[in-house]
């Protein structure tokens, strides 16, 4: 009978090689783009030459579809919940904040490499939004006009508008939220919880009725 422990030892080893590629590409493709980062690139940081990385990734734009479908897979369970977060009790609100602080700790360069995507993105990068965040966002946003239409919502708000904002307030701060600001205290190592939060009470502030707000 043969040894099932070590026959899964060497795919556990390809499936750990293949994670380490994507998240190389992953910060590359943040830092530089997708155009501007090689395969030669991404192996260096993996320690690996060109050919190996193409042994599991034949072509870049295969690995760049696996990293976006992976980023994509995490943003679309936070995207529903953003607006809960926000209208809901404090209890619910500090929860998501914890699980966004530990995102940008477990994946650093996920938020800004959907910045980038947002800023710049390509054809390619246009059709996998389209595929796999523009259904999440339009459901989304019917939950944010039905907020308008209960009186949740300020009745000054432009809902299209308000929600584009929400959108492009939350990812720039989780994208920016591995960097210590000048003006935050360095003694305190809770800052990226303490941004975040004030991220949302901004929002919440801002479309909220007076009654949901406080």
Same mark, same amino acid.
């Given at each position: #009978?043969?040894?099932?422990?070590?026959?899964?030892?060497?795919?556990?080893?390809?499936?750990?090689?293949?994670?380490?590629?994507?998240?190389?590409?992953?910060?590359?493709?943040?830092?530089?783009?997708?155009?501007?980062?090689?395969?030669? %690139?991404?192996?260096?940081?993996?320690? #690996?030459?060109?050919?190996?990385?193409?042994?599991?990734?034949?072509?870049?734009?295969?690995?760049?579809?696996?990293?976006?479908?992976? #980023?994509?897979?995490?943003?679309?369970?936070?995207?529903?919940?953003?607006?809960?977060?926000?209208?809901?009790?404090?209890?619910?609100?500090?929860?998501?904040?914890?699980?966004?602080? &530990?995102?940008?700790?477990?994946?650093?360069?996920?938020?800004?490499?959907?910045?980038?995507?947002?800023?710049?993105?390509?054809?390619? %990068?246009?059709?996998?939004?389209?595929?796999?965040?523009?259904?999440?966002? &339009?459901?989304?946003?019917?939950?944010?006009?039905?907020?308008?239409?209960?009186?949740?919502?300020?009745?000054?708000?432009?809902?299209?508008?308000?929600?584009?904002?929400?959108?492009?307030?939350?990812?720039?701060?989780?994208?920016?939220?591995?960097?210590?600001?000048?003006?935050?205290?360095?003694?305190?190592?809770?800052?990226?919880?303490?941004?975040?939060?004030?991220?949302?009470?901004?929002?919440?502030?801002?479309?909220?009725?007076?009654?949901?707000?406080?």
């Amino acid at each position: #009978m043969p040894n099932t422990s070590t026959a899964r030892t060497p795919r556990k080893k390809t499936l750990e090689t293949r994670r380490r590629i994507r998240e190389a590409a992953k910060q590359l493709f943040a830092e530089r783009g997708f155009d501007a980062t090689s395969v030669q %690139a991404i192996g260096d940081v993996v320690g #690996m030459g060109k050919q190996a990385v193409r042994y599991h990734y034949p072509s870049k734009e295969q690995l760049r579809r696996e990293v976006y479908e992976e #980023m994509a897979a995490k943003w679309a369970d936070f995207i529903p919940r953003l607006l809960k977060a926000l209208v809901g009790p404090d209890a619910t609100r500090e929860r998501l904040i914890d699980e966004l602080v &530990e995102l940008v700790d477990d994946e650093p360069h996920l938020a800004p490499l959907v910045l980038r995507d947002m800023l710049e993105g390509d054809s390619l %990068a246009k059709a996998m939004a389209a595929r796999d965040f523009i259904p999440h966002l &339009e459901r989304s946003f019917e939950e944010f006009q039905e907020l308008k239409e209960a009186g949740i919502i300020r009745d000054d708000v432009d809902p299209a508008a308000a929600y584009v904002v929400l959108l492009h307030t939350i990812v720039p701060v989780l994208a920016l939220a591995t960097r210590r600001s000048r003006f935050e205290n360095e003694a305190n190592d809770d800052w990226r919880r303490i941004r975040i939060r004030e991220a949302f009470r901004l929002l919440r502030n801002g479309l909220f009725a007076e009654a949901t707000a406080n």
